[in-house]
């Protein structure tokens, strides 16, 4: 019998103590393998028993220092306690280890943005979009970093590629017109992308803002 099977189909039940049974019994059977650890570990984390995750995703890495799932789920926990310096260093590891698509990618490119290293985080954000090509959340951080390393050239087709693909996304609006105010003469342009962002999201403060900004100098 699959503990470990049957305790992941539990959780998709929603049978949470069910599961907290199944993954205990996968110890049980098997206390030298880290998938056990890692799923009960999960199970933890989706119950905001964080303190107790973070102790089964350590015990799965000190069991296999390849378990890339172990290295990547406990970077979600350190990323999600605003420790970025250490989810980095984790999602590293999990990449380092194997882990497959884009996520590590994106998640080790928004840590180390978050440690204000823009220029390092670049080239994650670069690789989770061209695994990713069609996640505009991707694509909006990649083209986020182009533009905050002035890099205007290369951001703009990407801010495009989100409007086209989702006219309404606001936030793309809002980069689009700050790369136009910024990077060009094209004050038009600015001003109806920044218009669009604040239409969309009546809330956007920051795109009313540099929309009247300009407004004021022209």
Known sequence: ??????GIQAIQEEDYEKAVEL???AIEENPDEAIGYINFGNLLSSMNEDERAEKFFQKAITLDEGAATAYYSLANLYYNAERFEEAAKLYEKAIASG????DAFYMLGKSLEKENLTKLSLPYFQRAYELAPEDNQVKLSY??????LE???QAEPVFKEIVEADA??????YNLGVLYAVSTSNTAAALSHLKEAFT??????QARYVYDMISLRN
């Open 1 to 6: 019998m699959n503990y470990n099977e049957l």
């Open 151 to 153: 890099m205007f050239e």
């Open 23 to 25: 993954f205990t019994k």
């Open 99 to 102: 882990i497959e698509g884009p």
């Open 143 to 148: 083209g986020i970093a182009l533009a905050s």
């Open 168 to 173: 309404e996304n606001a936030d793309a609006h």
């Open 200 to 205: 969309l999201q009546p809330n956007y403060d």
